[in-house]
């Protein structure tokens, strides 16, 4: 009995750590260096996307951003992806990953484990 509480709680802890980590990576990102991107000025360039609710950065150097966009009332997730041209962040890419307004988008983002691996 004692052996399969111990294999539970080291599967509990591995799910843990693999979870775990790229939540916090894209929590660090986003406190880091969400003030450098104007979210707001995006329904401008885009008709597709509204106003945002809630953001995260997915990955971050010093050419290119992916974010995890949240928008119409968490309603609608995208994946932006962000060129710095001449010192300013400009969208440049959009996917639609998730939407409950109808459509076939139905990927799932959360919780940011399935884009770790691509940016370490």
Same mark, same amino acid.
């Given at each position: 009995?004692?052996?399969?509480?111990?294999?539970?709680?080291?599967?509990?802890?591995?799910?843990?750590?693999?979870?775990?980590?790229?939540?916090?990576?894209?929590?660090?990102?986003?406190?880091?260096?969400?003030?450098?991107?104007?979210?707001?000025?995006?329904?401008?360039?885009? @008709?597709? +996307?509204?106003?945002?609710?809630?953001?995260?950065?997915?990955? &971050?150097?010093?050419? /290119?951003?992916?974010?995890?966009?949240?928008?119409?009332?968490?309603?609608?997730?995208?994946?932006?992806?962000?060129?710095?041209?001449?010192?300013?962040?400009?969208?440049?890419?959009?996917?639609?990953?998730? @939407?409950? +307004?109808?459509?076939?988008?139905?990927?799932?983002?959360?919780? &940011?484990?399935?884009? /770790?691996?691509?940016?370490?």
């Amino acid at each position: 009995m004692k052996f399969f509480l111990k294999l539970i709680s080291v599967i509990l802890v591995i799910i843990f750590i693999a979870w775990g980590i790229p939540m916090i990576k894209c929590e660090y990102l986003t406190a880091q260096h969400g003030h450098e991107f104007d979210l707001a000025a995006i329904p401008e360039e885009n @008709t597709m +996307l509204s106003e945002p609710d809630w953001f995260r950065i997915l990955s &971050y150097n010093d050419e /290119y951003a992916e974010i995890y966009y949240i928008s119409e009332s968490f309603r609608l997730g995208s994946i932006l992806g962000f060129k710095k041209v001449q010192g300013e962040w400009k969208c440049d890419s959009w996917d639609t990953r998730w @939407t409950a +307004l109808g459509g076939n988008a139905d990927e799932n983002v959360w919780p &940011y484990f399935w884009h /770790y691996d691509k940016y370490r």
